[in-house]
């Protein structure tokens, strides 16, 4: 038997929310970089209002990995301008992920992102399963980008502000090719590592800068995987 296919994120996390809560403000919040050796991690928080949501975005908002880099930025400027989103922004800077670890960093960056939304959010869709301590009630949501509309929003928002982000560090640091890879551990990146050294926005806490920090074999960095420093 052949299994359907997922209809994408919809408002059923949000609409749970309203029907307990009418008077609710929900907030969609997600993060992007805790996986890159260089580089700050930012959260996205955005408010959709649902009877204002436009088509545009109901069907082609989705988790932020599945897009490409032109569809989330198409995305993005329909968040923008559409009316119907409220948009907050955070990060930690590498400092912070070094000093509190990445996990800790993240948190402060959804934070951040949720307090410049300049509302007092009810309650926050988190994507993943662990709840960061935000001053509102959080409901985690596991794969929470490919199910709930607002947090494939703040999926959109985080991944494309920290692109954006890298591409301009890339233009100022030449050669390590964070306008492509974006700060994670390709290649090209901790080659140029072994080659040109550690930069003030290499997260040294990373077991691969460290490695280059002390002269290693840059083919052994490569086989490391980022994730594992989360």
Same mark, same amino acid.
């Given at each position: 038997?052949?299994?359907?296919?997922?209809?994408?994120?919809?408002?059923?996390?949000?609409? !749970?929310?309203?029907?307990?809560?009418? %008077?609710?403000?929900?907030?969609?919040?997600?993060?992007?970089?805790?996986?890159?050796?260089?580089?700050?991690?930012?959260?996205?928080?955005?408010?959709?209002?649902?009877?204002?949501?436009?088509?545009?975005?109901?069907?082609?908002?989705?988790?932020?990995?599945?897009?490409? !880099?032109? *569809?989330?930025?198409?995305?993005?400027?329909?968040?923008?301008?559409?009316?119907?989103?409220?948009?907050?922004?955070?990060?930690?800077?590498?400092?912070?992920?070094?000093?509190?670890?990445?996990?800790?960093?993240?948190?402060?960056?959804?934070?951040?992102?949720?307090?410049?939304?300049?509302?007092?959010?009810?309650?926050?869709?988190? %994507?993943?399963? *662990?709840?960061?301590?935000?001053? =509102?009630?959080?409901?985690?949501?596991?794969?929470? %980008?490919?199910?709930?509309?607002?947090? !494939?929003?703040?999926?959109?928002?985080?991944?494309?502000?920290?692109? *954006?982000?890298?591409?301009?560090?890339?233009?100022?640091?030449?050669?390590?090719?964070?306008?492509?890879?974006?700060?994670?551990?390709?290649?090209?990146? =901790? +080659?140029?590592?072994?080659?040109?050294?550690?930069? +003030?926005?290499?997260?040294?806490?990373?077991?691969?800068?460290?490695?280059?920090?002390?002269?290693?074999?840059?083919?052994?960095? +490569?086989?490391?995987?980022?994730?594992? !420093?989360?």
């Amino acid at each position: 038997m052949q299994r359907r296919a997922s209809k994408g994120p919809t408002f059923k996390f949000e609409r !749970a929310v309203l029907k307990r809560l009418p %008077d609710a403000i929900v907030a969609g919040v997600d993060e992007a970089g805790r996986g890159p050796l260089a580089g700050p991690v930012v959260a996205g928080a955005v408010i959709l209002d649902i009877k204002k949501t436009p088509k545009s975005l109901r069907q082609g908002l989705d988790d932020s990995k599945k897009l490409t !880099a032109e *569809r989330r930025e198409e995305l993005y400027a329909i968040l923008v301008s559409c009316g119907a989103a409220v948009i907050g922004v955070g990060q930690a800077d590498v400092h912070e992920i070094d000093s509190f670890n990445i996990l800790n960093a993240t948190y402060r960056a959804m934070a951040r992102a949720v307090n410049s939304l300049g509302h007092l959010v009810t309650v926050a869709l988190v %994507d993943g399963n *662990r709840a960061p301590p935000l001053t =509102c009630t959080v409901e985690t949501v596991i794969q929470g %980008d490919g199910k709930s509309l607002s947090i !494939a929003a703040a999926s959109i928002v985080a991944k494309v502000t920290r692109d *954006r982000l890298m591409t301009a560090l890339a233009a100022q640091h030449p050669g390590y090719g964070w306008d492509a890879n974006m700060g994670y551990g390709t290649r090209v990146h =901790c +080659e140029a590592m072994a080659r040109m050294g550690v930069t +003030e926005h290499h997260r040294r806490s990373f077991a691969p800068v460290r490695a280059v920090l002390a002269g290693d074999d840059p083919n052994q960095i +490569e086989m490391f995987d980022p994730q594992a !420093a989360e």
